[in-house]
T-cell receptor, first 114, second 114 residues
């Protein structure tokens, strides 16, 4: 988990509320990613960004939004439009240039909708 | 689209016995393959990757993986399992479009029995 921090570790939300999950990296990586993990379904990509002020939808972007104003930061907002937001959210980062690069993951945020 | 399959939900092995976690892939072109491990309520940790060259890839914590092109497999192995190897293991394949996106399998729960 070194180099990538996520906060908070646990988050509780009432239905109808937007919440923002924080992700910060000090690895000087160009690319950052957000995944959602549900039991038995592996990881599914929500959004990713390869450069500041640019990002792309992943496989399950509906109900989520992101921003990339700084290279180090990639916050994820879970909006009230996300119908089933209770899940474990993982942020990752990677280099882009050069060889095939692995992604490094943060410790995750567990979101529960009450 | 690239994909991986992990056919077993759970692998049980006695401590000291060999451990194998299976993964098969489907790609167009040459595959870039990864293995990650996840401990409870933690982020994913990178174990190893295959890019090209030697079919036997050595990684962290005594793990290795064998790339088999004819069987489209990339099985993770460890000669002698430890109780501390009990965790969730994910196989992943990188997209071919250069954006470093990964497609993950559903994961295998490994239980090492003392």
């Amino acid at each position: 988990d070194g180099g990538i921090t996520q906060s908070p570790k646990y988050l509780f939300r009432k239905e109808g509320q937007n919440v923002t999950l924080s992700c910060e990296q000090n690895l000087n990586h160009d690319a950052m990613y957000w995944y959602r993990q549900d039991p038995g379904q592996g990881l599914r990509l929500i959004y990713y960004s390869q450069i500041v002020n640019d990002f792309q939808k992943g496989d399950i972007a509906e109900g989520y939004s992101v921003s990339r104003e700084k290279k180090e930061s990639f916050p994820l907002t879970v909006t009230s439009a996300q119908k089933n937001p209770t899940a474990f959210y993982l942020c990752a980062s990677s280099k882009l240039a050069g060889a095939v690069n692995e992604q490094f993951f943060g410790p995750g945020t567990r979101l529960t909708v009450l | 689209a690239q994909s991986v399959a992990q056919p077993e939900d759970q692998v049980n092995v006695a401590e000291g016995n060999p451990l194998t976690v299976k993964c098969t892939y489907s790609v167009s072109g040459n595959p870039y393959l990864f293995w990650y491990v996840q401990y409870p309520n933690r982020g994913l940790q990178f174990l190893l990757k295959y890019i090209t060259g030697d079919n036997l890839v050595k990684g962290s914590y005594g793990f290795e993986a064998e790339f088999n092109k004819s069987q489209t497999s990339f099985h993770l192995k460890k000669p002698s399992a430890l109780v501390s190897d009990s965790a969730l293991y994910f196989c992943a394949v990188r997209d071919m479009d250069g954006n470093n996106r990964l497609a993950f399998g559903k994961g295998n729960q490994v239980v090492v029995i003392p």
